[in-house]
């Protein structure tokens, strides 16, 4: 019995295990998946759309046994147009672009894209008198009329017109003067883009701006170098061309013009074609070093021959010069190795040679074993420093211009200036019968000839046969002591100051009385670099390379085009080329 009953519980057993499984298959389909078996669930049509089935229009979508619904009309690219459809290929309904309904066009043809639509990019709708897409203006019909209302164009004046393609057309606006350097102008206003007046190869001044183009009248060829003659006047472009000026009756001008004054810059001409870095105007003659190291000259004495323009020195081919500096009738230039040549006329010993040679026709060197470093040549005496510092001159002593306290009048040797204790002289500049230096700090010394207070110690009548020190304590940058009667200067700040003679107003104060102690030239708001005084009249270089003269205008040595004196400085005319 017992047996029985254990054969029945395991059946029942069995049975309820066998009722838990449930390996068959079941239908998921309405449970939004898409599951094996269905094309789609609900609202999950797996992406498909009338357009990925090729279709223009309609929808797709699930039927409750999980297959899709397509409800879809039009196939584009079968060449029909179709509901849904605006053309196909070749077929389009409406093919003149004019015939369009609710459309503004006035010519081309309609075209039919990949999709199916319409294509009207060769539609024209200009002319219609409507202002459509893509159009400024359309006939009489213009949003704007004046110039100045086209917003970001920078017109100012001008009435607008609309031109054939129905854009406005500009061509009778004006922009110049707003300032604002506009496409098709050259400048407005002070706005001149990137232009310079080196963009006209003029190095100086500045441009001026007329009807929106450029003026270079306000431009020139600034000097990178220049020098004052006993009455003419040379200047170096930056180009290398030398200008001259003044005084040209033994054609020391260089310029082969015949008139005896030259009133305004001139251009020298040449044998050769030449650049020149340095140049030196004397009494009747004037001399250039080119970039090459050679020697150019031309004028002479009024007495003999002249060259009416430049030529070049005989010098050994081996010897580069660095330096010139032209006299009364004499020459004396400066080379790479500290020798000193020179030629000419010897009265006075200048040339640095006996008294019993009287005249040297070629650049002779003179042989004292010094190195010079600096050279500067006046009427008929000769100074220089070598390269420790100490001064030497020779030739003309009468008036102590020699600086050594010597009592012979003529010095064939080079003498050595009689120096102030602790003091080392940086350049020497002399004039016609004085000389002057600067040390290294800037203190002005001077000698020689001091009729007219040219020396600058606050003294003048007696000659001074030793360096002094000018009266004023002012550091200069530079000295000169041109001409017979005065002496200049330039501070270290740029400012202008003279002494001595005045008698044409070449102390550029405003007067003519002479001054004994350095005046301040009377010119305001222009900074100078160099000063040049000649015979009663003095020239200057600013900041910018453009030269200024005052004093005696008599041979149109001022270069200004007149031939007027002027008591204060008044601007040369610059070269233009």
Known sequence: ???????????????????????????????????????????????????????????????????L??????????????????????DIPVPECADLPNRHYVGGSVGCNNDCTLDLSQCESCGNSIVDEGEDCDGAVMPETMCSELAGTGYYEGSLSCG????????????????????????????????????????????????????????????????????????????????????????????????????????????????????????????????????????????????????????????????????????????????????????????????????????????????????????????????????????????????????????????EVDMPPATDFVTIQVGGYHSCALNSSGSAWCWGRNTYGQVGNGEFGSDIDNPESVDNGIAYSWIKGGGELHTCGVDTAGKLWCWGGNTYGNLGDGTTTPAYSPTEVDIENVLFTRVYPGNNYTCALDDTGAAWCWGNNGYGQLGNSTLENSYYPVPVNMPVE
């Open 164 to 415: 054939s393609n129905c854009l406005y057309d500009v061509s009778e606006c004006n922009s110049c003067g707003n300032g604002v350097k506009d496409d098709g102008e050259e400048c407005d206003g002070d706005d001149f883009g990137e232009l310079s007046c080196a963009d006209y190869n003029l190095r100086g001044g500045s441009l001026s701006c007329n009807s929106c183009s450029v003026d270079t009248s306000g431009c020139f060829q600034s000097f990178a170098d220049m020098s004052v003659g006993a009455w003419h006047g040379c200047g170096i472009d930056n180009y290398g061309d030398i200008w001259c000026w003044g005084l040209n009756e033994a054609d020391q001008t260089g310029t082969g013009i015949i008139e005896s004054e030259i009133v305004v810059p001139s251009k020298v001409l040449s044998t050769e074609v030449t650049s020149f870095a340095k140049v030196s105007a004397g009494a009747y003659h004037s001399c250039a070093v080119d970039i090459q190291g050679k020697i150019w000259c031309w004028g002479a004495d009024p007495e003999v021959a002249t060259v009416s323009i430049a030529v070049r020195v005989n010098t050994p081919d081996e010897v580069i010069f660095t330096d010139v500096g032209s006299g009364a009738v004499f020459t004396c230039a400066l080379d790479t190795l500290g020798g000193i040549w020179c030629w000419g006329q010897n009265g006075w010993g200048q040339l640095g040679v006996p008294l019993s040679t009287t005249t040297l026709n070629e650049p002779t060197k003179i042989e004292t074993g010094i190195l010079f470093s600096s050279i500067s040549v006046g009427a008929y005496h000769v100074c220089a420093t070598d390269t420790a510092g100490n001064a030497w001159c020779w030739g003309r002593n009468d008036q102590g211009q020699s600086g050594s306290g010597s009592s012979e009048t003529r010095l064939i040797n080079p003498t």
């Open 1 to 67: 019995m017992g047996h029985i009953r254990f054969i029945f519980l395991f059946s029942v057993v069995l049975m309820v295990f066998s009722g838990c499984d449930d390996s068959s298959d079941t239908n998921h389909c309405g449970n939004g998946v898409i599951d094996t078996g269905e094309e789609c669930d609900g609202n999950d049509t797996d992406g498909v759309t009338c357009q990925s089935l090729g279709y223009v229009t309609g929808n797709v979508s699930c039927a409750d046994d999980c297959t």
């Open 69 to 90: 619904i397509v409800n879809c009309t039009g196939s584009c690219g079968n060449g029909e147009t179709e509901e849904g459809e605006d053309c196909d290929g070749d």
